[in-house]
């Protein structure tokens, strides 16, 4: 089976790596020369649009499927009408944009924060008064790892902020006090089945991932695998999806959904029966999932913007790198490490262990500082 | 780190894949232009003694090593003269010639089959008198997967594959009754640092490996572990190390030994919390090794000559598909397929679903055949 991947980040590259085990073959185009994919697989540098490029990835593949969600969704409704696209163009779109997002969450029942369009500057001063203060303000499209978006504490800020983010549509976001920010990795094959992998618990600094951890027995599963599954099913979804949620006292809110695999399931590589890069790639080739049962306890750390040794990580048991093959660049993805445990105590210890060789995100600090303040 | 490894077969295929997710780059070296490395990394194809190919390998390599031992020991020592080869020439020599592997098996008092050398029929006359009959006779060097060997049942089979083996140093074992045929995959690190897997108990069709599988608290553990020490130990060996044994009621005599990850350990891809791939490139880098905790019940089908379609394999519960992007040929070994279970009884049930799906090395039969006849 071959297979077309829009996008070669480090998200394609693990899914490289996992289906080229099984035999699977892939080609990938990118507009970005410095790509993680590198010489694993086939690979075009040009636009997503152009339509050599297009006709040279139908040629090799015999499903499509994307690494990130800004691929334009004109690309996939062209190549959906040759060879299946997985998942479909409707999932991209619905997390295109976060008005829409919002509102087909609203339309299955699904509890978001409040929110309002906002296209200008009368329309955020009313969303002001109707959600009140703090309220984040974001585009629509794009933006990622917390780019693209301001916190207005006070009416002040409206003036203050305005000119650097108006111009193009926007989404003006009640804040919402929580407890957690968990994210829910699901899977569902062409027939249907549906799996769920375990929740993760977020921890970001400078508005990046940093740690995920799952805990056993997390009193949100549930909830989290139930508004999934009503998402994968309205959407006739096929592969691997992601849910964000804030966790508040009245119940899980969704923050937004990624169409795909997710820096939040690294975990799974080795803390899962069957990853989500390797899920990802039975569902899309119509192939039984495998089972999502955890290994033990696990936890994942991202390594921005600079590589520890190898040797420094894997001195903490249960420990395993991941190095995407990238060029070093403050705030960039650069590998993760996984870690196993048997007790949460010991996982713990180690996650601690494993901070203490790892810049964060953010960078290196004299002290440590306190906690960002959360918001939605 | 750079790694050089001479071949380029599944093995060296599988080492790819591992390190590349760690981030470790690889170029082989294969005089073969049909390999399973493919495009995985850069490959050279050109005789092993090729002076420019050992200069191109040389340069991109901080350290080299092999997925086969039938590479001259002559380039391994011109390579270690300028960097580190491991695990080093001494036990790829010790394994290269039978005789030799079971004499450096002697001095350290390790139990093998009785053996002679023999070189002329007058010597296979004596060799039979005086280690009686049936007797099998191996060419000392070259043969895998029950290739280079005779078995001889009664005094007029000497005459009558003589013809068929003479002409090179050759050995004569004597007939060994035995239980059970397994191997064990262990590690040994730059440090010393050594650790073992679990047993595997492996059952052959037509000389090649058909199933290997491990069971619970396998009572031959700890003295397959104590001779894997004393070898590891006697050859400063660094890396992974397969010792294949016969079970007899006298306790286990070592059959041979592999100075590389094996094929009765590919379980150990998803069966334990490091792979046998991944624990020899962290011993060959001289990083600290990982744990050989195994994860459930696990075995390991061989997929030779034909490949099932994944999904008749991936429908058994608990498996994973490994294909080496070969070329099908009768007696190839083309993929393998891991199952895991969490209780012994569902692990057989397993096991067997899958035997229905696959055709066994020997080939299909219209009934089911007795088992080969056992032997040494």
Redesign the interface.
């Known amino acids: 089976?071959n297979i077309g991947i829009l996008g070669a980040g480090q998200l394609a590259r693990?899914m490289v790596?996992a289906g080229?085990?099984?035999?699977l073959e892939f080609r990938t185009l990118d507009p970005k020369e410095d790509s993680s994919v590198g010489?694993?697989?086939?690979r075009c540098v040009e636009p997503y649009e152009s339509p050599a490029a297009l006709e040279w990835l139908r040629e090799g593949a015999d499903v499509v499927t994307f690494d990130f969600e800004n691929v334009p969704t004109r690309v996939l409704h062209e190549l959906a009408q040759q060879l299946p696209v997985r998942p479909g163009a409707a999932a991209l779109e619905a997390t295109q944009d976060r008005l829409h997002e919002k509102q087909l969450m609203q339309r299955l029942g699904i509890p978001v924060a409040p929110f309002r369009a906002v296209e200008t500057r009368a329309e955020l001063t009313s969303a002001i008064q109707e959600l009140g203060l703090p309220l984040i303000l974001k585009t629509r499209r794009g933006g990622y790892d917390g780019k693209g978006q301001v916190l207005l504490r006070e009416a002040g800020d409206a003036g203050k902020y305005w000119d650097t983010i108006a111009g193009v549509p926007l989404i003006a976001e009640g804040f919402v006090s929580f407890e957690r920010e968990i994210s829910i990795v699901a899977v569902r094959g062409v027939d249907g089945d549906t799996r769920f992998y375990r929740i993760g618990e977020n921890v970001h600094d400078s508005g990046i991932l940093w740690i995920s951890r799952c805990r056993p027995n997390d009193p949100s599963q549930a909830e989290a695998e139930s508004i999934a599954a009503s998402l994968m099913a309205e959407l006739d979804y096929v592969g691997v999806i992601t849910l964000e949620f804030f966790e508040t006292p009245g119940g899980l809110l969704v923050n937004e959904f990624a169409p795909r695999v997710h820096n939040s399931g690294h975990w799974s590589?080795?803390g899962s029966?069957?990853s989500q890069f390797?899920n990802h790639l039975?569902a899309i080739?119509?192939?039984?999932l495998?089972?999502t049962r955890p290994?033990g306890l696990s936890a994942m750390l991202n390594l921005v913007g600079e590589?520890p040794p190898?040797?420094a990580l894997?001195?903490v048991?249960?420990s395993?790198?991941?190095?995407?093959?990238k060029r070093p660049r403050r705030g960039r993805k650069l590998?993760h490490v996984t870690v196993?445990a048997e007790s949460e105590r010991e996982l713990e210890r180690r996650i601690a262990r494993l901070q203490s060789r790892i810049v964060p995100p953010g960078g290196r600090r004299e002290l440590p500082r306190p906690e960002e303040p959360r918001r939605a």
């Open positions: 089976v693990m790596l080229r085990a099984m035999g010489d694993l697989c086939e590589i080795e029966v069957t390797e039975r080739c119509g192939l039984p495998g089972s290994l590589l190898r040797g894997l001195e048991p249960g395993h790198v991941h190095y995407y093959g590998g196993q």
